[in-house]
C-alpha cells in the first residue's frame, strides 16, 4: 500500500502498533473480525500470521514441559485456553480467506489487486481451485456446449465482458468503528449520511464512532486501518 | 445456525460475539497465592490474596470455577446504575444510553459463573434484561431511518444489537444500491421455512424469469 | 416452452435443504444439453437463411434475426441454469470437503448423490485443502467453533464408586458429589446420564 499524503503504510501501521505494544493476538483477532466482515479479501498479514505460528509453537512447548514436569494440571489448562484460543483465532483467520477464494476464486484470479493480497500457500490453493472447479464445469457442462458458448467466464463469445463471474459484493453494508479520524468522504446518493439525528455534508468518523456503512467508499479506510470491521 | 460459526461467512455466531467479549477485562480478587500467568494474549499477575488485579473474563471465570477468586462486578452493573440507565433509556427516543459494547455477554457471563458475586442479582438481571428490551424496540424502530444512505453512525449500539441490525440493514439496503450487474451464474434464492433469511456478502443472482 | 426444463432443474436444487445434495439429475440434466444444441441448430439455420437472402445478420432486424436472438438468449439461459446446478451443487460438495477428508469416510447416503464428476471433484478438492494444510502445516478444518474451557463442574448422579481414575487425577464418584473434571472425561458419564454438568 503506497503512503500518501498522511496516511499509513500497512508496514508503518504494523511498527506503530508493536510500539504502543497492542498484542498480536488483539492484532489477530482484528485481522479475523475485518476478513469475516468484509465482502472482499483483505490484504494477507504476513508477518502477523508468521509471529502468531511462533508463539503457538513455543506456547505448545511450555505445555508438554509443564505437564511432563508434573506442574498443576488446573494451571496447566489455563495456559492450554490460552493456547486454544490464539489457535481458533488463527484458524479462523485463515479458513475465512480460503472460503472466499472458493467463493470468488476466477475473479480473484483476473483481479490484480486481489491476487496480490494473496499468500503464496493461497495463490496456489486458488490455482488448483480454479483447475478442478473449470475440469468439473468443462466435463459436464461446456463440452457438451456448441461451439461459441464452450466458456467458463462467458455465456458466449460475444459476451463483452466476463459476464459468468461470480464477484464480491461491494455494495453490501457493513458495521465498522472507528480507529482514527477518517478522511470527510463526499458520498454521492440521494442522501449522503445520517446520524439518528442529524445531516452532514460529507461524513468523517472520529476515533469511537461506530457505524453503518455501505462498504465500497469505504475500502481504503478499512485497509489504512483508519476504521476496523465488527 | 447454532453452534457453527462459518455457514455465512460474513455472520458472527453467538459464540464468537462471547468469544470476543471473554477478552474484556475484569477485576478479580485472587484468594491464594499464584504465579504469574504469562500466556501468548499478554501476561497477568503476580496474585496476591486480597489484592484485586484485572484479567480477561475468560480467565476470571476458568480461575473462579478453579476456586481461585472472587470477581468483581463491573461498576456499571450496580442496581443503582442500572435503573438510571433504563429510565434514560426509555425516555430518549433516538439515542442509546452509553454501556459496555459487549455488556449482554458480560452479564450473562456473571450470571452463570459468578451469580455469588453480584450483590443483588436478580434485581440487576432483571432491569438488564428491561433495558435490553428497550435498546431492541427501539433499534427495530430506527431501521426505517437507514433507507437511502450510505453511512449511518449508531453511536453507543452494543455487540448484540448489531448482530441483530446486521441482516436487516444488510437486505433493506443492499436492494437499494443493487446495480445492473450482466447477468450472473444464477444462484437461485433458497427457501428455508424454518430458518430466518439472513444477509450475507455473496453476489446476488436472480434468476431471470 | 423455452427454458421450462431448465427452471425445472434450478427449481429441483433450490427446493431441496440449504446445505444438502439431492441426487444428480442426469435425465434433466441431459434433457437441458439437448435443448441447447437444438437451439443452436435453430440459430444457426436462421442465420444462415438470413444470410442466403443477402441479409446483414447483425443489422437487418426481421422475424428471422429476432427468432435467432431468442434462439441465443434461450441457449445462454440454459447454460447458466447448467452452470449453476453444478456450480452450486459443488459449493455443497466444497463444504463435504471441509468436514470429511476422505471419500469413504463420507457416509454412502451422501456418496450416491453424486454425479459423475462430482466424485472427482470432491476428491480433488480434499487434496487441494490438504496440500495448502500441509504447506502451512496447520490444520484449518479443525477448531470450527470457539474453545471452552477444558475443565467442566458436575455433579454426580448415581453412586459410581471411589478411586476412579481420571486423565489428570483420581476421585470418589459418590451421589450428589461435586467435582472440577476435564470434559473429556466426564463426557462417556454425562452421555450416560449418570452426571450433569452444572453452571452458576
Request: with cysteine; charged share 30%; aromatic share 8%.
Amino acid at each position: 500500500m503506497a503512503s500518501s499524503g498522511g496516511e499509513w503504510s500497512a508496514e508503518q501501521i504494523d511498527d506503530y502498533e508493536a510500539l504502543i505494544s497492542t498484542t498480536d493476538v488483539e492484532l489477530l483477532k482484528k485481522a479475523w473480525r475485518n476478513e469475516k466482515a468484509s465482502p472482499e479479501i483483505l490484504p494477507f498479514e504476513e508477518a502477523l500470521v508468521k509471529r502468531a505460528k511462533e508463539q503457538i509453537q513455543l506456547m505448545e512447548e511450555t505445555v508438554d514441559d509443564f505437564e511432563e514436569s508434573g506442574h498443576d494440571p488446573l494451571i496447566v489448562s489455563l495456559y492450554q485456553m490460552d493456547l486454544d484460543r490464539v489457535q481458533f483465532l488463527l484458524r479462523s483467520y485463515l479458513r475465512v480467506r480460503l472460503q472466499k477464494i472458493e467463493k470468488f476464486m476466477f475473479y480473484i484470479w483476473k483481479t490484480d489487486t486481489y491476487r496480490n493480497r494473496l499468500s503464496i500457500e493461497e495463490e496456489k490453493f486458488t490455482e488448483r481451485c480454479i483447475r478442478d472447479m473449470g475440469k468439473h464445469l468443462e466435463e459436464t457442462v461446456l463440452s457438451k456446449m456448441p461451439d461459441n458458448y464452450q466458456s467458463v467466464l462467458k455465456q458466449s463469445v460475444i459476451s463483452e465482458e466476463d459476464d459468468m463471474v461470480p464477484e464480491p459484493q461491494l455494495d453490501t453494508f457493513v458495521v465498522a468503528k472507528c480507529e482514527r479520524t477518517t478522511r470527510p468522504l463526499y458520498l454521492d446518493g440521494s442522501r449522503q449520511s445520517a446520524g439518528f439525528d442529524s445531516r452532514d455534508d460529507h461524513f468523517q468518523m472520529v476515533p469511537g464512532d461506530l457505524c453503518i456503512l455501505r462498504y465500497r467508499p469505504f475500502q481504503e479506510e478499512l485497509t489504512s486501518g483508519n476504521i476496523s470491521l465488527v | 445456525m447454532a453452534g457453527q460459526s462459518d455457514p455465512h461467512i460474513s455472520l458472527f455466531s453467538a459464540e464468537e460475539v462471547e468469544f470476543m467479549a471473554e477478552d474484556e477485562l475484569i477485576e478479580i480478587v485472587p484468594n491464594l497465592r499464584m504465579d504469574p500467568l504469562n500466556f501468548i494474549c499478554g501476561d497477568f499477575g503476580p496474585f496476591l490474596p486480597q489484592i484485586a488485579t484485572q484479567v480477561p473474563f475468560w480467565l476470571a471465570v476458568a480461575l473462579k470455577k478453579r476456586g481461585k477468586c472472587a470477581i468483581r462486578p463491573p461498576q456499571w452493573m450496580s442496581v443503582e446504575n442500572l435503573t438510571q440507565v433504563l429510565e434514560r433509556e426509555r425516555e430518549s427516543q433516538g439515542a442509546f444510553q452509553v454501556l459496555p459494547f459487549h455488556y449482554v455477554e458480560i452479564s450473562r457471563l456473571l450470571f452463570d459463573h459468578a451469580r455469588d458475586d453480584i450483590p443483588d442479582m436478580y434485581m440487576v438481571r432483571s432491569l438488564i434484561e428491561d433495558i435490553r428490551d428497550v435498546r431492541i424496540h427501539k433499534v427495530e424502530t430506527s431501521l426505517e431511518k437507514f433507507s437511502g444512505t450510505s453511512a449511518v453512525k449508531i453511536p453507543n449500539l452494543s455487540a448484540m444489537e448489531v448482530n441483530i441490525i446486521r441482516p436487516f440493514v444488510g437486505r433493506a439496503l443492499q436492494a437499494f444500491y443493487k446495480h445492473d450487474n450482466p447477468e450472473k451464474i444464477p444462484d437461485v434464492d433458497r427457501p428455508s421455512s424454518a430458518q430466518t433469511r439472513v444477509a450475507n456478502n455473496e453476489p446476488r443472482r436472480p434468476l431471470r424469469r | 416452452m423455452h427454458g421450462r426444463k431448465a427452471y425445472e432443474l434450478v427449481k429441483e436444487f433450490a427446493s431441496g435443504e440449504k446445505g444438502h445434495l439431492k441426487i444428480f439429475n442426469n435425465e434433466l440434466f441431459e434433457r437441458v444439453i439437448e435443448e441447447c444444441n437444438e437451439h443452436h441448430n435453430a440459430l444457426q439455420s436462421l442465420i444462415r437463411k438470413m444470410q442466403e437472402e443477402g441479409l446483414e445478420v447483425q443489422t437487418a432486424k426481421n422475424a428471422d434475426h429476432y427468432g435467432a436472438l431468442v434462439h441465443h438468449l434461450s441457449l445462454t439461459r440454459n447454460k447458466r441454469c447448467l452452470m449453476a446446478y453444478v456450480y452450486n451443487r459443488a459449493e455443497i460438495i466444497r463444504d463435504l470437503a471441509w468436514k470429511v477428508g476422505l471419500l469413504h469416510e463420507l457416509p454412502s447416503e451422501i456418496q450416491e448423490k453424486f454425479g459423475d464428476s462430482e466424485e472427482q471433484y470432491f476428491k480433488d478438492h480434499s487434496k487441494s485443502l490438504k496440500l495448502y494444510m500441509s504447506q502451512l502445516s496447520l490444520d484449518v478444518n479443525v477448531d470450527m467453533v470457539p474453545p471452552k474451557d477444558p475443565y467442566i463442574k458436575v455433579r454426580v448422579l448415581e453412586d459410581l464408586g471411589s478411586g476412579i481414575i481420571l486423565s489428570d487425577k483420581s476421585a470418589n464418584f459418590a451421589r450428589h458429589s461435586m467435582h472440577f473434571l476435564k470434559r473429556t472425561d466426564a463426557e462417556q458419564y454425562i452421555s450416560r446420564g449418570l452426571m450433569e454438568e452444572l453452571t452458576g
